[in-house]
């Protein structure tokens, strides 16, 4: 299993900038690749971006592209969304994610454990 952490979330305004983590512990982090994922009030979890195991190759959501960037430190077992420019509509709890063996790296079945996610709010 693994158990994920994250941190960093609260509120800002728009065009602030915010920077989440996440903790892994449970299994070896560099057998994994990891994702972010977030969910508004209503709506149904939206994929953010993912990472490769070595954190050479990225994938964004189109709602985030240009202005979010993940990254992770396979040192320290974490996985980070740095968050700029930000929006009203980038208001949503937050959740990092371990890819699983199978699904699509933009869907939610393509990964198999999942943090408790950390609320972010911008007001305008």
């Known amino acids: 299993q693994v158990q994920l952490v994250e941190s960093g979330g609260g509120s800002a305004r728009a065009g602030d900038s915010l920077r989440l983590s996440c903790v892994a512990s449970g299994r070896t982090f560099t057998t994994f690749a990891m994702g972010w994922f977030r969910q508004a009030p209503g709506k149904e979890r939206e994929f953010v971006a993912a990472?490769?195991?070595?954190?050479?190759?990225?994938y964004y959501g189109d709602s985030v592209k240009g202005r979010f960037t993940i990254s992770r430190d396979n040192a320290k077992n974490t996985v980070y969304l740095q968050m700029n420019s930000l929006k009203p509509e980038d208001t949503a709890v937050y959740y990092c994610?371990?890819?699983?063996?199978?699904?699509?790296?933009?869907?939610?079945?393509?990964?198999?454990?999942w943090g408790q996610g950390t609320q972010v709010t911008v007001s305008s």
């Open positions: 994610a371990s890819r699983g063996n199978s699904g699509e790296y933009n869907t939610q079945g393509g990964y198999d454990y």
């Open positions: 990472v490769s195991i070595t954190g050479g190759i990225a």
